[in-house]
Each structure stands twice: as structure tokens, then as C-alpha cells.
């Protein structure tokens, strides 16, 4: 899968809100995963970066979510959020499994943040569709980057990425490499946007001089015998030299 660019990688605002960014359930899991203590200082001013556009150049692919926040001289910042992907074969079995039970097969479409979907993976599989906060690696190259696994830059890019996810939870999925079973057309919202052309079928060919025989006899006649009589040796003959290319 190759990693989506939120916003055209232009500063995203977040909307204002309480103190919680994210409402949906994958939304909330991942923004308590990259910021575990929410109530401290570090994530309160990651939030006020998040509402003031001072994320960009966010990018969502398999395994790693990255962007640039703003510092305070001006200059950026560059974040990473990481985790391990979902193992290919867990996840087709996931999609194996979910198809024919709405709950969870919304949740394999990236149109809805199933709870059903995350619970059955988590109890059936052990295999978090939100990684744990143990498990999530994050990176920033600030000052406080070293000293502290949250600074007020990886707070702001999870707070960003929790407000996108409530839009299009397919990101989610896209993190965790795990590849939504329904084209990107049909989540858009549009419903005057198509999806991708499908591959047509292979046709079979025609005998030769099907069309002829199709038109039936014309008339006309040429020698003793009607015109289309008369086509089907050529016809028969242009096969033959096709065939032998």
C-alpha cells in the first residue's frame, strides 16, 4: 500500500473541542495509544498545536505515521508514530471471516470504526487492531523528544491523525497495513464519485465468419452462389493466417 498524504500535506486544523480529541472508538484507542497520560501538560499543548494548523506534511503508511510540526522559533519538527503491521495472513483470515456479518464487515471496509471488529481480533486472534501504548514507538527530533516518549509534537501528530480517523477510518487500517476491502470512491462520500473501472472479462472469439452467418443471406449473388457463401472461404482463410502470427 502506498502511504496517504492527509490535506494535500498542508497544516491541518483541528477542531475545537474538550479536552479529548477523537470520538469514535479507533479514533480515541489510537490517541490514548500515542499519548497515554492525556491530562498532562505535554498533551494539553500538543491540542493547541493540533487547533492552530501547527501539523503538516502528515503521511499515513504501513507500519508508520509521520508529519512536521511547527517549533517554537518556527521551524519544524519531524514526528514518527510506529507499530509492527498486522500480519498478512491474519488479516485476510479477518476479511475471510468478517464477510456476511455487518458488524464487523464495515469494519474491513474502512467505512466504520467497528468495535465489533477490534474486540474479535484482540480476544479470537490476539491480535490488537490499535496497537498498545507499550507497543507504539514514537520519535520526534525536538530537544524534548529525548528526554520524554511524549513531547508536545507527538501529541499534536496522534491528536491530528485521531480527528482524520473519525473522518475516514480507513487510516487506521492503512497504519496497520492492513488493506481496505472497499475502493476509496466508495468512502469518499460522494455518491456521484465512481470506483476504479473493473478489469473486463476475457472474450471469447468468433468462429470465422460468424458475423456473415449472423447477417444471414444477402441477395446478391455471385456466380452460382449467394454472397455470404461466397465470403466464408476468405473468412476461413484470414482466421488461418491470424492464428499463425
Known sequence: MRPVTLNDGLPIVVPAGDDRVGVGAWARWLASAAVPDEGSERAARGREL?????????????????????????????????????????????????????????????????????????????????????????????????????????????????????????????????????????????PWEAGPIPTPPRSRPLPPGAVVKRLGRSGIRVGDVDLADALAPAYRAFAEIARSR
Open 50 to 190: 493540533a487547533r492552530h494548523g501547527g501539523v503538516g506534511a502528515v503521511t499515513v503508511g504501513e507500519g508508520s505515521i509521520e508529519g512536521e510540526v511547527v517549533s517554537s522559533s518556527g521551524g519544524f519538527y519531524t514526528v514518527a508514530l510506529e507499530a509492527a503491521p498486522v500480519p498478512p495472513t491474519v488479516w485476510a483470515r479477518v476479511v475471510r471471516e468478517a464477510r456476511g456479518r455487518p458488524e464487523r464487515e464495515h469494519g474491513v471496509e474502512g467505512t466504520a470504526q467497528s468495535v465489533h471488529l477490534a474486540h474479535w481480533m484482540e480476544t479470537e486472534l490476539e491480535q490488537p487492531l490499535v496497537p498498545s501504548a507499550r507497543a507504539m514507538r514514537r520519535r520526534c527530533t525536538c530537544p524534548d523528544g529525548q528526554r520524554s516518549p511524549v513531547c508536545k509534537h507527538v501529541a499534536a501528530l496522534a491528536f491530528v491523525v485521531a480527528d482524520a480517523i473519525d473522518r475516514d477510518p480507513s487510516l487506521l487500517l492503512r497504519f496497520r497495513g492492513c488493506e481496505p476491502t472497499a475502493p476509496r470512491a466508495s468512502r469518499s462520500g460522494d
